[in-house]
């Protein structure tokens, strides 16, 4: 029989406690396929948030490191200097990366660091229970906003591609969504390019993933896909927004 | 072997060089800026990692992914820097990884002064962050015994997976001494089996301080208990002058230590019989030299550059079984031999 549909090696055997309808799943099958793709999971080394994908290092089938707060960049920099052989890569949601850890995001982008950074961008803060987060989009209802973001209040969205791609450091910077097939086929070759990006020693990569929380959005799941399509992405619109392919000195 | 006169900052630096320091995460600040500008010269000569952080906050967590990965790494700072350090040095050790934190410490609070104190004890052997943990710190009083001790602290980082502080203070930071480096015979060291490096020919290694079932973290917490009893029996140092025949005590450590060695000359020199206890390690706190003494000692005077935070270690130690004193002098301000000479003569009229 052929087998035309299999678990990724560096997935591991379990169950994830991933909400139904989270885009967590989908965004680390992603990874480890490219991994598996590249052949590299016995030389990565991964980095896991605080937020709802803490635990990754219970499915990744990797090494990891767990990091403090918003501090995975620095972390990864830490290890990448010690192992500069090695596969690094932090993931992040966007209260981790975009508010507490903007220091350490900007400026590993700014030394082009040679890591690759999976920035989970679902405009909310997922294991706290759907606070705002620093990517909430105005008018959004959370938690913390729950007349709707008010910009005179809370400010507005925090767009970090647009903010690491005016940098000279960053080698590739791209935004996608994982909202239907097609954008997911296409946040694959992104994340595959970053990854390349790194083993190819050209220095820092990010891909920032609009990803779907229905609990939190109060959606279902198909709800929470076509939101992605309708709403994130006329705020935070996909693309590449840089891309160099010169190799660090 | 060859003596050299060396600044405190740099003798460190080069210390830790020697005793196979791979990488340094630091960020500037006064007073320990010659150790990161040595270091920076230095380092990369000789194939190792430097690298200045965007803040102390960074660098600590470039700490922890370089001990996670294995290697024998470093940071350096000063008081409001360290305090910047602390929710990382409570995740290196709730993650049981080695490292070495140097503090030269400051005046403060705030930002304080740039001049030298003692004032961040509790900060240092309280834990300054969060949740259960300890942290072995050690405590020169001279250069030699500064760049003596780098050797030693990574290797008890080593040993015990646990961060090593070296609270130093401006002066023996900016002060120049003789000093030799000594080549030590390397220690027995366990192989870092546990560090995320791939995991090419074995399982999964994982780094972290998370374990979200009580039950799980209970056992964890038990289990650094164990360690920290371990390191509490086994690396308590210290030093007694004059502990054959002395009656009255100054309790000293760091460069107090150094002014207190004079004092005690001039209390001799006037007929009190005067000694020192000068603990090394801070943490943990060497309590079996007081046990030691107490069949004579008539009672204690605590000295530090602060409003008094190591008595407090000296109270627990001395247990009610004599008088304890206090002198200090806070915000950067040093005392002289005489000071504390005329605080030895009181200390003596009160316990008459």
């Known amino acids: 029989m052929k087998v035309v549909f299999e678990r990724p090696r560096s997935l591991q055997l379990t169950r994830t406690h991933y909400c139904p309808g989270c885009g967590h799943g989908i965004v680390h099958r ?48 830490g290890i990448k200097r010690v192992l500069p052989d090695r596969v690094v890569f932090a993931y992040q949601g966007d209260g981790d990366l975009a508010s507490i850890g903007t220091a350490e995001i900007i400026h590993a982008a700014g030394r082009s660091e040679n890591i690759t950074v999976i920035f989970i961008n679902n405009a909310i803060y997922g294991m706290t229970g759907g606070q705002m987060a ?43 969504a994982i909202s239907d097939v097609k954008n997911i086929l296409k946040a694959k070759s992104m994340i595959k390019k970053a990854f390349q990006m790194q083993i190819e020693n050209r220095g820092f990569s990010l891909v920032e993933i609009l990803s779907p929380c229905p609990t939190n959005w109060g959606m279902t799941p198909g709800d929470a896909m076509r939101w992605i399509n309708d709403e994130m992405t006329k705020v935070f619109p996909p693309g590449i927004y840089k891309e160099s392919w010169e190799v660090l000195a | 072997m060859e003596k050299l006169l060396m600044k405190g900052n740099e003798a460190l630096a080069e210390a830790a060089i020697r005793a196979g320091c791979q990488c ?58 360290i305090s910047l350090k602390q929710e990382g040095i409570s995740y290196l050790c709730g993650a049981e990884l080695p490292c070495l934190i140097v503090n030269i410490v400051r005046g403060g609070p705030g930002l304080g002064d740039i001049q030298p104190a003692q004032s961040d004890y509790f900060q240092a052997t309280r834990g300054g962050g969060h949740g259960d943990y300890r942290t072995i710190v050690f405590a020169p009083s001279s250069v030699q015994e500064l760049v003596d001790l780098v050797y030693d602290a990574f290797d008890l980082a080593d040993i015990y997976r646990n961060p090593v502080m070296i609270l130093g203070d401006g002066i023996l930071g900016q002060m ?82 150094r002014i207190a060695f004079s004092a005690i000359e001039m209390a001799r020199s006037a007929g009190v019989k005067a000694g020192l206890i000068r603990p090394v390690t801070l943490w943990p706190y060497p309590q079996k030299a007081f046990d030691d003494v107490m069949n004579r000692a008539k009672a204690f005077l605590t000295v530090e550059l602060s409003l008094g935070q190591m008595i407090d270690d000296v109270k627990l130690s001395v247990n009610g079984r004599a008088p304890v004193y206090f002198y200090g002098r806070p915000g950067g301000m040093v005392p002289t031999a ?8 009181k200390m003596k009229g009160a316990s008459v």
């Open chain 2, 338 to 345: 005489e000071d504390i000479f005329n605080e030895i003569l």
């Open chain 1, 30 to 77: 992603l990874v480890a396929e490219i991994i598996d793709e590249f052949n590299i999971q016995e030389k990565t080394i991964g980095i896991a948030p605080v937020g709802c994908s803490v635990l990754a290092y219970n499915y990744f089938d990797i090494d990891m490191q767990q990091a403090a707060h918003g501090r995975a960049p620095a972390v990864a920099t």
């Open chain 2, 24 to 81: 340094f995460f630091g960020y500037p600040i006064t007073p320990q800026s010659e150790l990161p500008a040595y270091l920076a010269r230095e380092m990369p000569k000789r194939g190792r990692v430097f690298l200045q952080a965007e803040s102390e906050i960074a660098a600590i967590n470039m700490v922890y992914g370089a001990a996670g990965a294995g290697a024998r790494v470093m940071t350096s700072s000063s008081g409001p820097g």
């Open chain 2, 176 to 257: 120049m001494e003789p000093v030799v480096f000594r080549e030590k015979p390397r220690r027995q060291l366990p192989p870092k089996t546990w560090a995320t490096t791939g995991k090419k020919g074995r399982g999964q290694n994982i780094i972290t301080s998370l374990y979200l079932d009580p039950v799980k973290l209970e056992q964890h917490n038990w289990k650094l208990d164990k360690k920290y009893r371990e390191i509490m029996a086994r690396e308590c140092r210290w030093e007694v002058i004059n502990g054959d025949d002395a009656e009255y005590f100054v309790v000293a450590y760091g460069i107090c230590a």
């Open chain 1, 134 to 176: 620093p990517t909430t989009l105005v008018g959004q209802k959370t938690e913390t906003t729950p007349y709707g973001r008010d910009p005179k209040m809370a400010g507005y969205p925090i767009k970090i591609c647009e903010i690491l791609s005016v940098m000279d450091g960053p080698a590739f910077i791209a935004r996608v």
